[in-house]
């Protein structure tokens, strides 16, 4: 029951047993469950458990999210079906008595897949133990990190992301039946957890510690989501040697004590102890290929082991009480984090009612556009942000913290609202995170205004939407300039925002929203020193001008492009009138390099010839088309990274009424001061 990824797993397990038939799959998904079916030869794909009941089977695997567990384990139960949950065993310890109740009124056998008990180098490391390996065992760390993978937006959230208790229950669960395992029934937990405010914000979460205390001695447990590399790690503490196991590598590393002075007894352990990882490295490393070592074998031995126990008429080498115990262990600290993250994320200042909402107000142009709005309007603000910020939140802003992917957190946000400005996207990142940042994240807020009623929105687009390889030097570019041709080709940031402005300019030809649209070029000002101008390359702290540096950068300064945030809410302008924002002296990169070298800047650039980067573009790209990976550099790109130039905004100057104020000599000297001698 249950077609999720974990279920490969389990069938890959299922068929390596001569005396188990799997005789169907049941998911409310049911493509999910037809696409594992037709991996497997699954005869028969059902909709719900109830329905699987014509098959007859005699043990159901649960495999559906934790909140199920309990209801679908006794609903098996009750068709007469030994029961195998995956981790962790329910919610909540009364959930479990119901499950062990039911078991013993039906005499049918109840286990829970832990698997990391079951993990191959695991169970050597326990007996090794068993065999006086490194005495008596006096304390065990576990340290685990993780991630996940991010949300792309849309109203199914991801369930990692909807709890604060998640990360706990969901790798929590390994630490602590890994710690009994070792040091028997755990007697008093201390769990404390963190928002570490550098992780996926939707996690908030992402740092966890335990300290357990058993009768043979302590136990400690650490779980992040932001450590890397990811680890999977124990270290046993014995009275005659110190164990190390890495469950990802499958080896493990024993220093004991030696006859002779301490420095040697350390040279011989770190000298062994190297010899023993190179070894064993090799070995799994052949084992893995040759497809002898499986990944997560530990899924893999806990199948079979309940199988096999089931067939010999054995007990299961998990027993439900054990499952029940670390429930009971987890149940309290997950209350309290669900709850903790309820007020975490509470909205900062809800009384006030606000009618100016803006997205991605933390960004350097939100910062910017808030400050004038304060300053100007003198009215409460509605910010929509990823996360709390460190800083006491001023009294005339409200503050709403989600993901704008999230069209619950849009429509929640937009209530009373008449004026939005757009200003959030995403800006680096994978395929979820431009997904749900910038796509998502515009629909949202295209629905939301729509539903609401919102009298205007104003929209920030990017010039990187127009087309740069194909246009004619010399040519001007104007709003009606062509779009790029080929996304795909220049990258996630572009082929995201391009969509995000034809969803906007749809929307207002339709009639569901007002809007008009700002095409900034490349913004500037204190707080973007780092950035390097049009044109070039930025790695490891060096810019990589692209050609001699002769190329005009299409600049705006920061103050500029809010002047005409400011003009565009609240002109009467046509729906869907677009505004192309550029500077008209602009600059070359040379001297913009050069201002910032004057003013002190740890700057390091590099001219390189457009011919030598394409011939490098040529090479990652076939490098990439044969590990079928995406890659950040290829011969289009080079060939679009030309800034665009020159750029006609006679359109914003006669229609919006806007002229910067700020010149780029004055804007450049704000950004990059002279350096006093």
């Given at each position: 029951?249950?077609?999720?990824?974990?279920?490969?797993?389990?069938?890959?397990?299922?068929?390596?047993?001569p005396?188990?038939?799997?005789?169907g799959?049941?998911?409310?998904?049911?493509?999910r469950?037809?696409t594992?079916?037709?991996q497997f030869?699954?005869p028969k794909?059902?909709?719900?458990?109830?329905?699987?009941?014509?098959?007859?089977p005699?043990v159901?695997?649960?495999?559906t999210p934790?909140a199920?567990h309990?209801?679908?384990?006794?609903?098996?139960?009750?068709?007469g079906?030994?029961?195998?949950?995956?981790?962790?065993?329910?919610?909540?310890a009364a959930d479990c008595?119901?499950?062990?109740?039911?078991?013993r009124e039906?005499?049918?056998?109840?286990s829970?897949n832990?698997?990391a008990?079951?993990?191959p180098?695991?169970?050597?490391a326990l007996e090794?133990?068993?065999?006086?390996a490194v005495g008596e065992?006096?304390a065990?760390?576990f340290?685990?990190?993780?991630?996940y993978?991010a949300y792309?937006?849309?109203?199914?959230?991801p369930?990692?992301?909807?709890?604060?208790?998640?990360?706990?229950?969901?790798?929590?669960?390994?630490?602590?039946?890994?710690l009994?395992a070792?040091?028997?029934?755990?007697?008093?937990a201390?769990?404390?957890?963190?928002?570490?405010g550098?992780?996926?914000?939707?996690?908030v979460?992402?740092e966890w510690r335990?300290?357990?205390?058993?009768?043979?001695?302590?136990?400690?447990m650490?779980?992040?989501?932001?450590?890397?590399p990811?680890q999977?790690?124990?270290?046993?503490?014995?009275?005659?040697?110190?164990m190390?196991?890495?469950c990802?590598l499958?080896?493990i590393n024993?220093?004991?004590?030696?006859?002779?002075?301490k420095p040697?007894?350390?040279i011989l352990?770190?000298g062994?102890g190297?010899?023993?990882?190179?070894?064993?490295v090799t070995?799994n490393?052949?084992?893995?290929?040759t497809?002898?070592?499986l990944?997560?074998?530990?899924i893999?031995v806990?199948?079979?082991?309940?199988h096999?126990a089931?067939h010999?008429?054995?007990?299961p080498?998990v027993?439900?009480?054990?499952?029940?115990?670390?429930?009971a262990?987890l149940?309290e600290v997950?209350?309290r984090?669900?709850?903790?993250?309820?007020?975490y994320l509470?909205d900062?200042?809800p009384?006030?009612?606000?009618?100016?909402l803006?997205t991605?107000?933390?960004?350097?142009l939100?910062?910017a556009?808030?400050?004038?709005l304060?300053?100007?309007?003198g009215?409460?603000?509605?910010?929509?942000?990823?996360k709390?910020p460190?800083?006491p939140?001023p009294e005339d802003?409200?503050?709403m913290?989600g993901?704008?992917?999230n069209?619950?957190?849009?429509d929640r946000?937009m209530?009373?609202?008449?004026l939005?400005?757009?200003?959030g996207?995403?800006?680096?990142?994978?395929?979820?995170e431009?997904?749900?940042?910038?796509?998502?994240?515009?629909?949202?807020v295209i629905?939301?205004?729509?539903k609401?009623?919102?009298r205007?929105l104003?929209?920030?687009?990017?010039m990187s939407?127009?087309?740069h390889?194909?246009?004619?030097?010399?040519v001007?570019?104007?709003e009606?300039?062509?779009?790029?041709?080929f996304?795909?080709?220049r990258?996630?940031y572009t082929k995201?925002?391009l969509?995000?402005?034809?969803m906007?300019?749809q929307?207002?030809a339709?009639?569901?929203?007002?809007a008009v649209?700002l095409?900034?070029g490349?913004?500037?000002?204190?707080?973007?020193?780092?950035?390097?101008?049009?044109?070039t390359?930025?790695i490891a702290?060096r810019?990589?001008v692209?050609g001699s540096?002769e190329h005009h950068?299409?600049?705006v300064y920061?103050d500029n492009v809010?002047?005409?945030?400011?003009?565009?809410?609240?002109k009467?302008?046509?729906?869907?009138?677009?505004?192309?924002l550029?500077?008209?002296e602009?600059?070359?990169?040379?001297?913009?390099?050069?201002y910032?070298?004057?003013?002190g800047?740890?700057v390091r650039?590099?001219y390189?010839?457009a011919w030598?980067?394409?011939?490098?573009?040529?090479?990652?790209?076939?490098?990439?088309k044969l590990?079928?990976?995406?890659?950040?550099?290829?011969?289009y790109?080079?060939?679009?990274?030309?800034?665009?130039?020159p750029c006609?905004c006679?359109?914003?100057?006669?229609?919006?009424g806007?002229?910067p104020?700020?010149?780029?000599?004055?804007?450049?000297?704000?950004?990059?001061?002279?350096?006093?001698?």
């Amino acid at each position: 029951m249950g077609a999720g990824y974990v279920s490969t797993y389990h069938a890959r397990a299922l068929r390596s047993l001569p005396f188990v038939e799997i005789v169907g799959v049941a998911d409310s998904d049911q493509t999910r469950a037809e696409t594992l079916a037709a991996q497997f030869q699954i005869p028969k794909v059902y909709p719900s458990l109830a329905a699987m009941a014509e098959a007859q089977p005699k043990v159901i695997h649960i495999l559906t999210p934790p909140a199920s567990h309990a209801s679908l384990a006794i609903e098996a139960m009750e068709m007469g079906c030994h029961v195998f949950v995956e981790k962790p065993m329910a919610e909540s310890a009364a959930d479990c008595d119901r499950m062990i109740q039911c078991a013993r009124e039906k005499n049918l056998v109840l286990s829970i897949n832990h698997s990391a008990r079951m993990d191959p180098i695991v169970l050597e490391a326990l007996e090794m133990i068993r065999n006086g390996a490194v005495g008596e065992v006096k304390a065990v760390d576990f340290f685990r990190s993780s991630d996940y993978q991010a949300y792309s937006g849309g109203p199914a959230m991801p369930p990692q992301f909807r709890n604060g208790s998640y990360p706990f229950q969901d790798l929590g669960v390994h630490g602590l039946y890994l710690l009994e395992a070792f040091l028997g029934p755990i007697q008093s937990a201390d769990t404390r957890y963190y928002a570490s405010g550098t992780g996926d914000a939707n996690l908030v979460f992402d740092e966890w510690r335990t300290m357990v205390e058993t009768e043979k001695g302590t136990g400690q447990m650490y779980i992040s989501w932001n450590v890397r590399p990811i680890q999977n790690e124990l270290i046993i503490h014995g009275s005659k040697g110190v164990m190390h196991v890495d469950c990802y590598l499958q080896i493990i590393n024993l220093r004991k004590t030696y006859p002779a002075p301490k420095p040697i007894q350390r040279i011989l352990g770190g000298g062994f102890g190297a010899l023993h990882m190179l070894s064993r490295v090799t070995i799994n490393t052949l084992r893995f290929a040759t497809k002898r070592l499986l990944p997560s074998p530990g899924i893999h031995v806990s199948v079979v082991k309940f199988h096999e126990a089931l067939h010999k008429g054995e007990a299961p080498p998990v027993p439900a009480e054990e499952g029940r115990r670390v429930i009971a262990l987890l149940e309290e600290v997950s209350h309290r984090a669900d709850d903790d993250k309820k007020v975490y994320l509470a909205d900062a200042n809800p009384h006030l009612q606000p009618r100016i909402l803006v997205t991605g107000a933390n960004g350097f142009l939100g910062k910017a556009l808030v400050n004038r709005l304060r300053e100007e309007h003198g009215e409460p603000l509605r910010l929509l942000v990823r996360k709390p910020p460190t800083t006491p939140v001023p009294e005339d802003l409200q503050l709403m913290y989600g993901d704008l992917g999230n069209p619950a957190y849009l429509d929640r946000a937009m209530e009373g609202i008449e004026l939005v400005f757009h200003i959030g996207a995403a800006m680096s990142g994978g395929n979820f995170e431009f997904n749900a940042g910038t796509i998502w994240g515009t629909r949202n807020v295209i629905d939301a205004c729509e539903k609401h009623g919102v009298r205007q929105l104003v929209y920030v687009s990017s010039m990187s939407v127009l087309d740069h390889a194909g246009h004619e030097a010399g040519v001007p570019v104007v709003e009606s300039s062509p779009y790029e041709p080929f996304p795909q080709n220049r990258g996630l940031y572009t082929k995201t925002k391009l969509e995000a402005e034809k969803m906007v300019l749809q929307a207002a030809a339709e009639g569901r929203v007002h809007a008009v649209i700002l095409r900034p070029g490349q913004i500037y000002g204190p707080g973007a020193e780092k950035t390097p101008p049009s044109g070039t390359i930025g790695i490891a702290g060096r810019w990589l001008v692209v050609g001699s540096g002769e190329h005009h950068v299409p600049l705006v300064y920061i103050d500029n492009v809010v002047d005409a945030l400011m003009l565009a809410a609240e002109k009467e302008l046509p729906n869907g009138s677009i505004f192309q924002l550029v500077d008209p002296e602009g600059i070359r990169q040379r001297e913009y390099v050069e201002y910032a070298v004057r003013a002190g800047r740890p700057v390091r650039a590099s001219y390189v010839p457009a011919w030598f980067l394409k011939m490098a573009g040529f090479g990652v790209e076939t490098l990439g088309k044969l590990l079928k990976r995406a890659v950040p550099l290829t011969p289009y790109r080079v060939k679009s990274i030309t800034p665009l130039w020159p750029c006609d905004c006679t359109a914003a100057h006669t229609n919006l009424g806007w002229q910067p104020r700020v010149s780029i000599r004055e804007g450049m000297a704000l950004t990059y001061p002279p350096k006093k001698p």
